[in-house]
């Protein structure tokens, strides 16, 4: 067995689920979903997996938008929208679809 921390991560599984379903997202998007499906986790844990995702290609950035608005930050907000990567593997999680077979009929 390699040394190390494994790459294999629940959370990052999830939010492929969430994004093969989604077909693409922003960050706090797929924050909002990932909490109403699945066991809550922060938002900067949603974020360091996304992140981490790109780096090992099962996420790919789409684009990334800037948005005018009235922000307690400032007046601009950027959105990076993510998509599923080459090595993404989604199983077709059971929670993910119902979730979203719901969301589509309402």
């Not at 360091?48 to 307690?72: A, N, R, T």
């Amino acid at each position: 067995m390699p040394k190390g921390r494994p790459v294999r991560s629940e959370i990052r599984q999830n939010i492929v689920e969430i994004l093969y379903y989604m077909k693409e997202g922003y960050g706090y998007e797929v924050y909002r979903t990932y909490i109403k499906i699945f066991p809550k986790v922060t938002m900067r844990s949603i974020y360091y997996h996304l992140k981490k995702g790109v780096s090992l290609g099962e996420f790919k950035v789409s684009q990334i938008k800037k948005e005018k608005g009235d922000y307690s930050w400032g007046g601009e907000a950027e959105k990076i929208y993510y998509g599923l990567g080459e090595q993404a593997k989604a199983v077709g999680n059971e929670k993910a679809k119902e979730f979203f077979d719901k969301k589509s009929s309402s």
